[in-house]
């Protein structure tokens, strides 16, 4: 009994002896200014301003992919949560000490740039807007996506890679005033809908050039109505979807590759203008295997 008398008492003024912030969280201090080279990507953060810049250095060496964690593989739910939250690509200006993502106020993308690497932006949580320049001809994988502040943004028609992944969970993804029926618009682009939300056939507004990657994914619905204004079906579309049957418009330029993969897509009617066509794999519900439908043969 003594001797674990005396071990407490040991313990006891062990732990006197630290002090009593020891164990406080220590929030990380606001980084400094300043800038450095990621393969083909030059960046600099002006502290005064809060300002990050982007450049291209030429070099023909791109940022390597980056592929998010698959979170939900994690033993519990809060788990996956934090460990989510907590994750920030290998970029330098992620790095500890370095969380830029965390203070800067404004992302400037220099004309020199012609591709945004996957997830370069990724939680800057203070940046309220975005321009990207007409350069820029293509966005990587999530490129603007938990920017939970950004409202106001500006991407060319046109530009490669643009879906809902590109700004899921920004202020403008989060704003009801962007979705219609379910739906969520940005300028002439369909970039994805509420999935479990949809019942019935839906119509794609009037005006929409472009059906984003991933858009229709899981989308439940037999059919689906599309405008004569669409030009672009990107790949992976309607992938997974229950559609059945789909009649493109007259006006449809192209289709991505894996448009409709792993759909129950039975009955596919083309226009004879149309002058891309990747390969759009289906599988029905009544076979397995994917097949080939005779969009190929264009």
């Known amino acids: 009994m003594k001797k674990v008398i005396s071990l407490v008492l040991v313990l006891a003024f062990a732990l006197s002896l630290i002090p009593l912030n020891a164990f406080a969280y220590t929030e990380e201090p606001e980084p400094e200014s300043g800038s450095g080279t990621y393969y083909n990507i030059d960046w600099r953060y002006d502290k005064e301003t809060k300002t990050m810049y982007f450049s291209d250095n030429g070099s023909e060496e791109k940022a390597p992919e980056i592929v998010k964690p698959d979170f939900s593989a994690y033993e519990s739910s809060d788990a996956a949560i934090w460990a989510e939250m907590d994750w920030r690509p290998a970029y330098p200006w992620y790095s500890y000490g370095k969380k830029i993502c965390n203070y800067a106020e404004h992302i400037v993308i220099d004309s020199s740039v012609t591709e945004l690497a996957d997830y370069q932006c990724y939680k800057f949580i203070c940046i309220s807007e975005i321009t ?149 794999m289906v599988s029905t519900a009544f076979r397995v295997e994917s097949t080939l439908v005779p969009l190929l043969s264009l």
Not at 190 to 219: E, R
Not at 268 to 277: A, D, G, H, N, Q
């Open 132 to 280: 990207v320049p007409k350069t820029v001809k293509k966005l990587g994988t999530g490129v603007f996506a938990g920017c939970s502040k950004l409202e106001n943004i500006d991407i060319p028609e046109g530009v490669e890679g643009f879906c809902g992944g590109t700004i899921a969970q920004t202020a403008y993804y989060k704003d009801e005033e962007n979705w219609e029926n379910n739906v969520i618009y940005y300028k002439s682009y369909c970039l994805g809908i509420k999935t479990f939300y949809v019942k019935t056939p839906l119509t794609v507004k009037d005006g929409t050039k472009y059906i984003a990657k991933g858009a229709f994914w899981y989308y439940q619905p037999s059919t689906v109505y599309l405008p004569e204004t669409l030009e672009v079906i990107d790949e992976l579309a309607f992938e997974k979807s229950y559609i059945e049957t789909v009649e493109l418009p007259s006006s449809l330029l192209s289709i991505g590759d894996g448009a409709f993969s792993g759909s129950k897509l039975t009955f596919l009617s083309y226009p004879p203008r149309m002058i891309t066509v990747g390969r759009v």
